[in-house]
């Protein structure tokens, strides 16, 4: 069974930088177009930016310019870096495979992400 564990969200404020990890198991990870999602309170879930097989990257407009995706393949893990984060940020991030593709069924926990002065 798939699993996803996103770690590394928490308070901070307007401006503030935080790292997201998310640790992928049970299927294969190398090679596979991954993704990382958030839920805003009152919104559904949404696409925040993807990192493909090769490395290549895309994302939301939103946030261009100030997340970076990246992924290490032998530890099985993806990463969000979050620089300049604003209040707009805050939801629950989540991690799968790009939608494109097909997302997994079984989603992990999340991890909150909260940007208020």
């Known amino acids: 069974q798939v699993q996803f564990v996103e770690s590394g969200g928490g308070l901070v404020q307007p401006g503030g930088s935080l790292t997201l990890s998310c640790v992928v198991s049970?299927?294969?990870?190398?090679?596979?177009?991954m993704a990382w999602y958030r839920r805003a309170p009152g919104r559904q879930r949404a696409l925040v930016a993807t990192?493909?097989?090769?490395?290549?990257?895309n994302y939301e407009e939103s946030v261009k310019g100030r997340f970076t995706i990246s992924r290490d393949n032998a530890k099985s893990t993806m990463y969000l870096q979050m620089n300049d984060l604003k209040p707009e940020d805050t939801a629950v991030y989540y991690c799968?495979?790009?939608?494109?593709?097909?997302?997994?069924?079984?989603w992990g926990q999340g991890t909150q992400v909260t940007v208020s002065s």
């Open positions: 799968n495979r790009d939608q494109k593709y097909g997302v997994f069924g079984s």
């Open positions: 049970g299927t294969t990870f190398g090679g596979r177009a």
């Open positions: 990192i493909d097989g090769l490395g290549l990257t």
